[in-house]
Nanobody, 130 residues
Framework: QVQLVESGGGSVQAGGSLRLSCAAT????????VGWIRQVPGKEREGVAV?????????YYGDSVKGRFTISQDSAENMVYLQMDSLKPEDTATYYC??????????????????????WGQGTQVTVSS
């Protein structure tokens, strides 16, 4: 079992930045795909970014955030971060951290797209005003 806790959400004006954090506890030793997914009420969830925790060298981003968001990790602290820059009002959503055990870095793309993660956090709200 893995427990995920997000933090760092809040309110910011368009053009601003926020950094979300995801703290993982429990069985964190296995290689994993760890992703950020966001959801707006009444809309489908959207995969934002995903990272493969084995060296953290493999990352994928949703088209709507490429060039603005950066996912990273601190493996020693079992933390995954989402740096969000140049925020837009359409980035307003609840952001969830999610994870799944995987031995394939390339699987992270499909897992993020299909959102077939095993473990989910409780979410953190991000509000971007114009």
């Amino acid at each position: 079992q893995v427990q995920l806790v997000e933090s760092g959400g809040g309110s910011v004006q368009a053009g601003g930045s926020l950094r979300l954090s995801c703290a993982a506890t429990g069985n964190t030793g296995r290689r994993k795909c760890v992703g950020w997914i966001r959801q707006v009420p009444g809309k489908e969830r959207e995969g934002v970014a995903v990272i493969y925790t084995y060296f953290g060298s493999t990352q994928y981003y949703g088209d709507s955030v490429k060039g603005r968001f950066t996912i990273s990790q601190d493996s020693a602290e079992n933390m995954v971060y989402l740096q969000m820059d140049s925020l837009k009002p359409e980035d307003t959503a609840t952001y969830y951290c999610a994870a799944v055990d995987s031995y394939s870095a390339s699987s992270c793309y499909e897992i993020s797209r299909a959102q077939t993660f095993t473990y989910w956090g409780q979410g953190t709200q991000v509000t971007v005003s114009s």
